[in-house]
């Protein structure tokens, strides 16, 4: 099973919308670990990046904090040609089952990243 072994350690940056993680941050994705996805310590997020009208439903982060730094950091490794964003996206999807994310918000986020995707044109 997919997991987070630690605590998330972030520091607000000064435009009060970035973060800083502070520690080294693994998201574990087989039972072996032998699929792990490691954040660097210095890595920057903005945890879920949903629209401003949005966040009394789905603030920027919530139970789904460690699925969007995930994310974010698979994106940006999507831009420089490491992996695909379909792969970050489905990433994500496990990552929010993994958080225990309430099922209705993990499709609507899940449904989001994919909207963004394919209006984007990625693959």
């Known amino acids: ?48 990046s949903t629209p401003r009208i949005l966040w009394s439903v789905l603030p920027p982060f919530g139970r789904y904090a460690k699925a969007s730094v995930i994310h974010d950091f698979l994106c940006e490794r999507f831009h420089k040609g490491l992996n695909t964003r379909k792969e970050a996206d489905y990433i994500f999807l496990e990552a929010l089952k993994a958080s225990k994310v309430a099922p209705s918000k993990i499709y609507t986020l899940f449904l989001g990243v994919r909207l963004y995707s394919k209006l984007k044109g990625y693959k």
């Open 1 to 48: 099973m997919s997991s987070f072994t630690k605590p998330l350690k972030v520091e607000v940056l000064e435009d009060g919308k970035s973060y800083k993680v502070l520690e080294p941050f693994y998201y574990y994705r087989e039972d072996d670990n032998s699929k792990t996805i490691d954040v660097p310590v210095g890595f920057i997020t903005d945890f879920a």
